[in-house]
Structure formats: structure tokens, C-alpha cells
């Protein structure tokens, strides 16, 4: 067996390894075939002296264990339930969805109404103030009502804009940062696979 085809079948048999414990004990295999060979014995005595893959890597894995270091193995059972119960639960991942775009998208229809009630006591603000100097001349009475309601109007507006503002922030605010989570946690699993 030659250097490569040893750690090739090596590299096979710790497969519960870390990529990284992995990637260390070939390597450090391959540099004592390496060591043997510059002391004169040739690459297929250096194999053999070695030993067998099976008998390394059932004593690596061995040790692995007992330090904690193994990789969970992926039963195919769980496999097949995770394909048959993926009508349920694929089901129930997309409502999950849909019922959380639904609640942020009522928070921001909320927020738009909360909007539309600020700009039209503003304008209806506006609109009384302005209307006073058409109802002056009529009625006198009239025209102090209107300016009344159109100074508390405008009043009203002026007090909730920004606390509307600052929750407008703050929702968007909290946004990016559960978007962040969410992306950081997607990308983190995804790296973790790869």
C-alpha cells in the first residue's frame, strides 16, 4: 500500500472526527511515513510498520470518545422520519413564516395608520387656523370654534409626532437586529455544514 492510498483509507476510517482532528492526525501520519522513508526503509515498509487503518483509527476514535470530541452520528433512520414527517413539519415551518410576516406587517399597518391619524390632525390643525379668517367676518363665534378645535388639533399632532417617531425607530431598530440574528444564525449553521 503506498503512502496515499494508507492515508486515504485513514482519512475514511475517522470520518467522526472534526474536519481540523481529521486533517491533523493524516497529516501526522504522513510525516511519519515521511520520517521512515528519509531513515532508508521504503514507502510500502513504512505503510506496514504502521499498522493497519482500522486498528488507528479505532483507537483515535477511541480516545475521541472519551474526551468528547465525535461528531453525532446521523442514524438513516432519523433521515427517513425527517423525509416522511416533512409534510408536517415543512407544513408547519411555513406558517410559522407566514404567521410572523403577518403580525410584522399588522405592526407596520398599525404604524401607517398611527401616521395617517398624526398628518391629518396636523392638516386638520392647519385647516381650522386657516379657516378662521373665512368665518371671522360671519360668524364670530363660528371662527373662535374653529380656531379652538384647530389649535387643539394641531396641538394633538405636535404631542404624538414624536413618540410616533421614536417608535417608528425603535421598531426598525429591533428589525435589523433580529434580522442580523436570524441571518447570523442561518449563515453560522450553513458554515458549520461546509
Known sequence: ????????????SLKRLTK????????????LIDDRVE???????????????????EQ???????????????????????IIGSPIWFS????????????YVVVWAVIVSLAAVELSLALTGLAGVLGTVIYIGRNAAAALLLFGCGLICASLALFL???????????L?????????FWNAVIGKVGVKA
Do not use: C
Open 1 to 12: 500500500m503506498t503512502k496515499t492510498e494508507y492515508l486515504k483509507s485513514l482519512n475514511k
Open 20 to 31: 481540523q482532528e481529521r486533517a491533523r492526525t493524516v497529516s501526522y501520519y504522513g510525516e
Open 39 to 57: 531513515n532508508g526503509i521504503s514507502e510500502q515498509e513504512a505503510v506496514a510498520e504502521l499498522g493497519s487503518t482500522a486498528e488507528i483509527a
Open 60 to 82: 483515535l476514535l477511541n480516545d475521541a470518545a472519551e474526551q468528547g470530541n465525535l461528531k453525532p452520528q446521523r442514524h438513516p433512520v432519523n433521515t427517513v422520519l425527517l
Open 92 to 103: 408547519l415551518l411555513v406558517a410559522a413564516v407566514v404567521i410572523l410576516l403577518a403580525v
Open 161 to 171: 409626532f414624536y413618540p410616533l417617531l421614536k417608535l417608528v425607530k425603535q421598531i
Open 173 to 181: 431598530r429591533g428589525t435589523t437586529v433580529l434580522w442580523k440574528k
